[in-house]
């Protein structure tokens, strides 16, 4: 079973704008990341926070941590034709990933 | 290219054939993962290696599955008696195994068995 739900399932919004997409999760955990798939391929790592890190930023991505509602959020800034694709966040325990289902961005020019 | 190599990327198989899937990790990473996502889901943890050694297998790695890494390189996944139910796609990662850290993903096999 999947420990981490994404909320929306699917976001389509104009270029330019900002895309928000959440995070929830059941059981505690080591840390959090972000990957994204585009279709077809293998994911691609986005962005790590820690379980003691509230925010962290790198470049148009923010991701905000809350351990105390174990729910986790991703913004994307000014977003890009480029940024369609897949969202995953996954949570880390005993040295593996659990994975939620996803959240599928698209991004229309 | 040095990241994670997957071969095949794609095949096809009859109901009841075996399959064999290779992954070639980054060269300096000790862990190795294997995952399985069918469409519209996310990634589902399937077992992982640190170095040579299997630490974990998930009750979906059903008896009909085995991986392997010999020599802590590469690795294969096979399955056995394939099954419908089987068909989706085959991730491959590596990390570093040092700690809490990204995992970086190969390209995948996609598994269709008719």
């Known amino acids: 079973s999947q420990q981490g739900e994404e909320d929306p399932q699917a976001l389509s919004i104009q270029e330019g704008e900002n895309a928000t997409m959440n995070c929830s999760y059941k059981t505690s955990i080591n840390n959090l990341q972000w990957y994204r798939q585009n279709s077809g391929r293998g994911l691609v790592h986005l962005i790590l926070?820690?379980?003691?890190?509230r925010e962290k930023h790198s470049g148009r991505l923010r991701v905000t941590l809350d351990t105390s509602k174990k729910s986790s959020s991703l913004l994307i800034t000014a977003s890009r034709a480029a940024d369609t694709a897949s969202y995953f966040c996954?949570?880390?325990?005993?040295?593996?990933?659990?994975f939620g289902q996803g959240t599928r961005l698209t991004i229309n020019p | 290219d040095t990241g994670v190599s997957q071969d095949p990327r794609h095949k096809i198989t009859k109901r009841g054939q075996n399959v064999t899937f290779r992954c070639d990790p980054i060269?300096?990473?000790?862990?190795l993962y294997w995952y399985r996502q069918t469409l519209g889901q996310g990634p589902e943890f399937l077992t992982y290696?640190?170095?040579?050694?299997?630490?974990?297998k998930s009750r979906l790695l059903s008896d009909r599955f085995s991986a392997e890494r010999p020599k802590g390189s590469f690795s294969t996944l096979e399955i056995q008696r394939t099954e419908q139910g089987d068909s989706a796609m085959y991730l491959c990662?590596?990390?570093?195994?040092?700690?809490?850290?990204?995992?970086?993903f190969g390209p995948g096999t996609r598994l269709t068995v008719t």
């Open positions: 926070i820690r379980s003691n890190e």
């Open positions: 990662a590596s990390s570093l195994g040092v700690g809490l850290e990204e995992q970086y």
């Open positions: 996954a949570t880390e325990g005993a040295q593996k990933l659990v």
């Open positions: 290696f640190q170095n040579e050694a299997q630490l974990e």
């Open positions: 060269s300096e990473h000790n862990r």
